[in-house]
């Protein structure tokens, strides 16, 4: 399977605590992008990074890539209450034409 | 924009009866995608459709499942006959052409077969 593997499936954090979730791929891709998915809800873009990018910011979120190992993170800083959700990872993978593939997810739970 | 809509947002139900899923893209988006999610096997593509002409359906389950897309803004996902197992909530996401390809869904349908 091209899938992503996220890790960890599960993260329970406080408040204010930074949150890091891992994504593993197995192709080349061109891009790798993570999505929120709330309960009940369907999955919203959170941010992309290229294939020849290392780090991208935006807003608390922080997402790095290492195309070497095949492996991204994104880092959610001073957590709240409202990020509670999981996490996706999706990758463009360079020979799919216009698939996406989705990993596992990770389930974020944030206490108040 | 409204977003990708989804209709019904809840269906249940009995085994063996059809069932058609309906979703509306983005306007001017080229490309729409069938999702189904469960616990057991996560977020899978069943299908996808560019300007209106499926082009992969290699993930659709079984000759039960059929997605047609009469046009550019409307595209439907129909069971027959529906089994339990079929469980799931069915994502309808859109794209434009071009670009990062960035998904957007919709609110997703919740089946439930009894």
């Known amino acids: 399977s091209q899938q992503g593997e996220e890790d960890p499936q599960a993260l329970s954090i406080q408040e204010g605590e930074n949150a890091t979730m891992n994504c593993s791929y197995k192709?080349?891709?061109?891009?790798l992008q993570w999505y929120r998915q709330n309960s009940g809800r369907g999955l919203v873009h959170l941010i992309l990074?290229?294939?020849?990018?290392r780090e991208k910011h935006s807003g608390r979120l922080r997402v790095t890539l290492d195309t070497s190992k095949k492996s991204s993170s994104l880092l959610i800083t001073a957590s709240r209450a409202a990020d509670t959700a999981s996490y996706f990872c999706?990758?463009?993978?360079?020979?799919?034409?216009?698939?996406?593939?989705f990993g596992t997810g990770t389930s974020l739970t944030v206490i108040p | 924009d409204a977003g990708v809509i989804q209709s019904p947002r809840h269906e249940v139900t009995e085994m063996g009866q059809e069932v058609t899923l309906r979703c509306k893209p983005i306007?001017?988006?080229?490309?729409l995608f069938w999702y189904r999610q469960t616990m057991m096997r996560g977020l899978e593509l069943l299908i996808y459709?560019?300007?209106?002409?499926?082009?992969?359906d290699s993930g659709m389950p079984e000759d039960r499942f059929s997605a047609k897309m009469p046009n550019a803004s409307f595209s439907t996902l129909k069971i027959q006959p529906s089994e339990p197992r079929d469980s799931a909530v069915y994502f309808c996401?859109?794209?434009?052409?071009?670009?990062?390809?960035?998904?957007?869904f919709g609110p997703g349908t919740r089946l439930l077969v009894l």
């Open positions: 996401a859109s794209r434009p052409a071009g670009g990062p390809k960035t998904q957007y």
């Open positions: 192709t080349s891709i061109n891009n």
């Open positions: 990074i290229r294939s020849n990018e």
């Open positions: 999706a990758t463009d993978a360079s020979n799919t034409g216009n698939q996406f593939y």
């Open positions: 306007s001017g988006h080229d490309y």
């Open positions: 459709f560019n300007n209106n002409v499926p082009i992969d």
